[in-house]
């Protein structure tokens, strides 16, 4: 789940930190949301997990 993911990311020491991974994981992320319809866009959850991704990478 995103979600998940996200607060792991969030919660991983800065040292150990693969920033490359991270990069690769967003994109993944991002990818998969914006193959939802797009009725899906308009949604107040779509928007704040796509702003939310956007910031961690």
């Given amino acids: 789940d995103i979600r998940h ?3 792991e990311i ?3 020491q800065w040292q150990k930190l693969d920033s490359k991974q991270v ?3 967003c994109d ?3 990818e ?3 193959s939802l ?13 796509e702003d ?3 910031r961690i990478k």
């Fill in 10 to 12: 969030k919660q991983e």
């Fill in 52 to 54: 939310h991704i956007k």
């Fill in 37 to 49: 319809p797009k009725l899906v866009r308009t949604w107040d959850i779509y928007t704040f997990t």
């Fill in 32 to 34: 998969n949301l914006q």
């Fill in 5 to 7: 993911h996200l607060e």
């Fill in 23 to 25: 990069s690769i994981s």
């Fill in 28 to 30: 993944k992320h991002l």
